[in-house]
């Protein structure tokens, strides 16, 4: 009888290894798809938080793109911002509108419009964002456009150049243009500063 008690301790033995190992194999699956699960649903609400972080910025920046933002501390930044605004001239009742004169044709062909002047505290640098027609540039000093060199940007104003004249752009819409023998031409502030 020891030769069979020693087959059926080997047997048993060997049917609880087979079970124990089978036993550890199903928990260590169930374990990594626990952590799996557990790790798709954190990346799942940090992913979520970004994409509403991001649509927060698009929509803040969609309400400054149309001059909602009419310029004061920044909520994103806390910095004082300006808005370029183009001022409207106030009617007054009764008064008969006086006929508007004919543009002269240096203004009528300068299609830049100066849309927005960024400092950066960082970098100590100023950028613009100028319209040309239906586009919009950022540009810094030294950068072309249409053909002109911009040489100065500060806090009110654009100023570029090319080869006969000089152009400038303030913050409340005015427009300048001079030639660089000296005479004004074409500006819609009255002079060139």
């Known amino acids: 009888m020891n030769k069979y008690t020693l ?4 047997a048993i033995i060997t049917v ?38 991001v649509d927060n910025l ?3 920046l969609a309400l400054r793109a149309s001059f909602g933002f009419s310029g004061r501390k920044d909520p994103m930044t806390g910095k004082e911002r300006i808005v370029v605004r ?15 004169a004919a543009p002269s044709p240096a203004a009528a062909i300068d299609s830049v419009k100066l849309t ?3 400092f950066d505290d960082e970098k100590k640098l100023y950028t613009a964002i100028v319209m040309v027609g239906e586009r919009s540039f950022a540009i810094e ?3 072309y456009v249409v053909g002109r060199k911009i040489t100065t940007i500060n806090n009110e104003r654009v100023i570029m150049e090319d080869d006969l004249s ?3 752009y303030d913050i409340t819409g005015n427009k300048g243009k001079r030639d660089k023998l000296g005479a004004a ?8 500063r």
Do not use: C, W
């Not at 087959?7 to 080997?10: F, R």
């Not at 550890?24 to 557990?38: A, D, G, P």
């Not at 001022?87 to 508007?100: D, F, H, N, Q």
């Open 16 to 53: 609880l290894a087979a079970g124990s190992l089978a036993v550890r194999v199903f928990m260590q699956r169930n374990h990594f798809n626990r952590t799996v699960k557990e790790a798709l649903k954190t990346s799942e609400g940090y992913d979520q938080k970004f994409i509403d972080m």
């Open 166 to 168: 000089f152009y400038s």
């Open 58 to 60: 698009e929509n803040e």
């Open 7 to 10: 087959l059926i301790v080997m």
């Open 185 to 192: 031409v074409g500006t819609t502030s009255g002079r060139m």
């Open 116 to 118: 927005a002047i960024i």
């Open 141 to 143: 000093v030294g950068d």
């Open 86 to 100: 183009n001022p409207s001239p106030l009617r007054r009742p009764g008064k008969a509108k006086a006929p508007a």
